[in-house]
């Protein structure tokens, strides 16, 4: 079992709709995720990171982690077809800071 | 210009055969790292190093072995090709501490036949 557990996808949707990512982890440990968005030919780019519990708004996105549970979600509000693109979700392990990937799931978001 | 750059973009080698990618960057930062990506894995971490006389063996070595020629270049070499190194590899880079954001190349496509 992988410590990032995420569906690969892909995941479509009507413009304007909202969307949720999810990803899992089994490590208690894990204080610090991030979402990081990647384009078809491109590398990774941090969208957003969050420390511990909570959430986080950027926009149209918000970050949320729940470590009760072990998951950390992304919500798009009012998606565009420049969303679309795979999002992938890390934690960093503090033990050797090093970031723990998930498998990234394809969005697509149809005009 | 890009802040991390990879060359070559696209390769297509043989079996059995060296290949050396490079990595070079201008952000300044002291870390760098060598991954590889293939469908439904995400990103798996070769090798990293924090400086350069730092080197740290990732999740995924074998096969691999890395040289950190200056703070700006970190390559990663294949001394003998298999089939399943066929994957996408990226270089990245990072700062030191929170959130240790790491910033990526444009990825080489690497084929093994």
């Known amino acids: 079992q992988k410590e990032v557990e995420q569906d690969p996808g892909p995941l479509s949707v009507p413009e304007g709709a909202i969307v949720s990512l999810n990803c899992t982890y089994s490590n208690s440990a894990f204080q610090y995720f991030m979402w990081y968005r990647q384009y078809s030919r491109k590398g990774p780019e941090l969208l957003m990171y969050?420390?511990s519990s909570g959430n986080k708004e950027d926009g149209r996105f918000t970050a949320q982690v729940d470590k009760s549970s072990k998951y950390i979600s992304l919500f798009i509000r009012d998606s565009q077809p420049s969303d679309s693109a795979t999002y992938l979700c890390?934690?960093?392990?503090?033990?050797?800071?090093?970031?723990?990937w998930g498998a990234g799931t394809k969005l697509i978001i149809k005009p | 210009d890009a802040d991390v750059t990879q060359t070559p973009r696209n390769r297509i080698t043989k079996t059995g055969k060296r290949i050396m990618l490079e990595c070079s960057q201008t952000k300044g930062h002291d870390r760098m790292y060598w991954y590889r990506q293939d469908p439904g894995l995400g990103l798996q971490l070769i090798y990293y190093?924090?400086?350069?006389?730092?080197?740290n063996k990732g999740e995924i070595s074998d096969g691999y072995s890395v040289s950190r020629q200056a703070q700006a270049k970190f390559s990663l070499s294949l001394e003998s090709a298999i089939p399943n190194q066929t994957a996408l590899y990226f270089c990245?880079?990072?700062?030191?501490?929170?959130?240790?954001?790491?910033?990526f190349g444009p990825g080489t496509r690497l084929t093994v036949l």
């Open positions: 890390a934690s960093r392990d503090d033990s050797n800071y090093q970031l723990i």
């Open positions: 190093s924090f400086d350069v006389k730092d080197i």
């Open positions: 969050t420390y």
């Open positions: 990245a880079t990072s700062e030191a501490g929170f959130p240790n954001e790491q910033f």
